[in-house]
Nanobody
Framework: QVQLVESGGGLVQAGGSLRLSCAAS????????VAWFRQAPGKEREFVAA????????YYANSMQGRFTISRDNAKNTVYLQMNSLKPEDTAVYYC??????????????????WGQGTQVTVSS
C-alpha cells in the first residue's frame, strides 16, 4: 500500500511559478512510477507528467513540455512538479498517482493504482 499526499498548491498570477510535492508513505515507494494528473472544473482528468521509479525517464503532456518539470527524491519518498510560466488554463486540481504503468499506460489513469486527494492550483490573469 502507498498513501500519497499532495501539497504546494495555491493562488498565483499568470507567468508565475509553483512547486507541487507528492509525499508518499510506504517502504516500496521507490519501486513505483509516479505521475501528475490534473482536473479542471467541468473537464476530464488529464495527464500532466510522469517519472519512472528511478527518475531516469520522464514524460510530459505536449502542452506542459518545457514549462513543467517532474522529479523525484526517493530518499525523501517525494515527487515534485515544478511549474513555470503558469497560465490561467493551468487552473485545476492536481493529483499525484503511483503505480506500475506500461509504456502504453504511462499517460493514462488506468496505469496507476494509488491516488492522492489533490491540491488546488489557481492561476489568475
Amino acid at each position: 500500500q502507498v498513501q500519497l499526499v499532495e501539497s504546494g498548491g495555491g493562488l498565483v498570477q499568470a507567468g508565475g511559478s509553483l512547486r507541487l510535492s507528492c509525499a508518499a508513505s510506504g517502504r516500496t515507494f521507490s519501486t513505483y512510477a509516479v505521475a501528475w494528473f490534473r482536473q479542471a472544473p467541468g473537464k476530464e482528468r488529464e495527464f500532466v507528467a510522469a517519472v519512472t521509479w528511478s527518475g531516469s525517464s520522464t514524460y510530459y503532456a505536449n502542452s506542459m513540455q518545457g514549462r513543467f518539470t517532474i522529479s523525484r527524491d526517493n530518499a525523501k519518498n517525494t515527487v515534485y512538479l515544478q511549474m513555470n510560466s503558469l497560465k490561467p488554463e493551468d487552473t485545476a486540481v492536481y493529483y499525484c498517482a503511483a503505480g506500475f504503468p506500461t509504456s502504453q499506460t504511462m499517460g493514462v489513469m488506468r496505469g496507476y493504482e494509488f491516488w492522492g486527494q489533490g491540491t488546488q492550483v489557481t492561476v489568475s490573469s
